[in-house]
T-cell receptor, first 114, second 122 residues
């Protein structure tokens, strides 16, 4: 089954404790992206990757890191999480670098930072 | 930068009736794509319908159709014969039809509206 697998589904952590949210896709998509969803703000892009070793900032990159060492994986790293990073996070992928393809989304990670 | 606005935080409809969700956007581009996504309580993001800006014909997918008004930069979603399973958050989204990768914050990005929560009453 073609899908984007995102883990964990729920995560509660404490301020300052480094964490990684994993994302993997099995569709050989070049483009991958991370979003956060907050009430009243919709989904906002954090980082994206056009292909292996090519990443760039989205609209809200502060406090996040990413890497793309393999085409299928695109982990999101919070090196020192803070309470304002409490949010619902989505990983997504797309078969081409743009255009008419929408995204295939992961199932989301609900992160709470206390 | 493109922006997408959904001015209806919440909408409700009776089962079997029709409801329209509004979306407006702002762009200086002439060629782009517009999408509606559904997010049920499971949180999964599900593509409902897609519209290509250069196509004048409104997209239709079963009970879902759009009213695309390019000059007015409006992209509303009509749900006919509403069902209980249509209850969800709906997001309108915009994506550029870019050519080559040149970096920057807009490359490949889906720009989302704020979302509209749809309640379906039995």
């Amino acid at each position: 089954e073609a899908q984007v697998t995102q883990n964990p589904r729920y995560l509660i952590t404490v301020t300052g404790k480094k964490l990684t949210v994993t994302c993997s896709q099995n569709m050989n998509h070049e483009y991958m992206s991370w979003y956060r969803q907050d009430p009243g703000l919709g989904l906002r892009q954090i980082y994206y990757s056009m292909n292996v070793e090519v990443t760039d900032k989205g609209d809200v990159p502060e406090g996040y890191k990413v890497s793309r060492k393999e085409k299928r994986n695109f982990p999101l790293i919070l090196e020192s999480p803070s309470p304002n990073q409490t949010s619902l996070y989505f990983c997504a992928s797309s078969p081409t670098r743009g255009g008419g393809y929408g995204y295939t989304f992961g199932s989301g990670t609900r992160l709470t930072v206390v | 930068a493109q922006t997408v606005t959904q001015s209806q935080p919440e909408m409700s409809v009776q089962e079997a009736e029709t409801v329209t969700l509004s979306c407006t956007y702002d762009t200086s581009e002439s060629d782009y794509y517009l999408f509606w996504y559904k997010q049920p309580p499971s949180r999964q993001m599900i593509l409902v319908i897609r519209q290509e800006a250069y196509k004048q014909q409104n997209a239709t997918e079963n009970r879902f159709s759009v009213n695309f008004q390019k000059a007015a930069k409006s992209f509303s979603l009509k749900i006919s014969d509403s069902q209980l399973g249509d209850a969800a958050m709906y997001f309108c989204a915009y994506r550029s039809k870019e050519a080559r990768y040149a970096g920057g914050t807009s490359y490949g990005k889906l720009t989302f509206g704020q979302g509209t929560i749809l309640t379906v009453h039995p």
